[in-house]
């Protein structure tokens, strides 16, 4: 009796060991990346070059809009620009209305989105935004174009004058006449005015980020290739 009693004790430990060894594997994949990978001037809680707010530092207004993004996200544009909550505040409310309410559905939304991204080499928006693009049933196949900057020969019609007006606006500075022509057939002359407001709300965003040096979330890994 106590030879079972001993050999049941032992094999719970053992389980209790296997069980504890298997924790601690998962718990290293969701911990945060180690700070002495990222550059000095990085900090580990932001992920860029900004420490984070503390909402008991910040008014009422800041409070506010600290509880909005969520008390517990650290990491992008929201927690830097709490740092100047005007700035927070109007941004947020350009964003919303050209996201959600400006009439640009949600597949446009997704791809302006994403070009402006790829564009600009911000991997944190291209992160956050490429399953949010599959989602709203922008094919993989485009994404990869604008990912690698493929020509744009078989794209869908309005997807392919998104991609070529952001390529021109972005990389050359300058829209050709028969590519704001296309633009405006295909989305109107209100409906242009706000797709290419939306791309530079997130130009803006893409500067902001790549100016303090947003690196994508510790469990994360950058879908982006940049040089």
């Known amino acids: 009796m106590k030879l079972f009693q001993y050999s049941m004790s032992l094999l719970l430990l053992i389980g209790i060991g296997v069980t504890a060894d298997r924790a601690a594997r998962a718990q290293a994949k969701q911990t945060p990346a180690d700070s002495a990978a990222l550059p000095k001037d990085i900090y580990a809680d932001t992920g860029n070059r900004l420490p984070a707010i503390r909402r008991e530092d910040l008014d009422d207004a800041g409070k506010k809009l600290f509880d909005a993004k969520g008390p517990s996200d650290t990491y992008g544009?929201?927690?830097?620009?709490?740092?100047?909550?005007?700035?927070?505040?109007?941004?947020?409310?350009?964003?919303?209305?050209?996201?959600?309410?400006?009439?640009?559905?949600?597949?446009?939304?997704e791809l302006v989105i994403l070009i402006t991204a790829r564009e600009a080499d911000c991997a944190y928006v291209w992160n956050a935004h490429e399953p949010q693009g599959l989602k709203a049933g922008?094919?993989?196949?485009?994404?990869?174009?604008?990912?690698?900057?493929?020509?744009?020969?078989?794209?869908?019609?309005?997807?392919?004058?998104?991609?070529?007006?952001?390529?021109?606006?972005?990389?050359?500075?300058?829209?050709?006449?028969?590519?704001a022509a296309q633009a405006t057939k295909l989305f109107g002359k209100q409906g242009l005015v706000n797709i290419v407001s939306l791309m530079g709300d997130y130009a803006s965003t893409t500067i902001l980020l790549n100016t303090f040096d947003q690196h994508v979330r510790p469990n994360e890994k950058s879908l982006l290739p940049i040089p």
């Open 77 to 109: 544009p929201g927690s830097i620009r709490l740092y100047s909550l005007p700035v927070a505040e109007y941004a947020e409310t350009t964003n919303d209305f050209l996201r959600h309410k400006s009439g640009i559905d949600p597949r446009t939304v």
């Open 138 to 179: 922008l094919p993989k196949e485009t994404i990869d174009i604008v990912r690698n900057r493929k020509p744009i020969a078989g794209v869908a019609e309005k997807d392919a004058a998104i991609i070529q007006l952001g390529r021109e606006v972005l990389e050359k500075h300058h829209v050709q006449s028969t590519t």
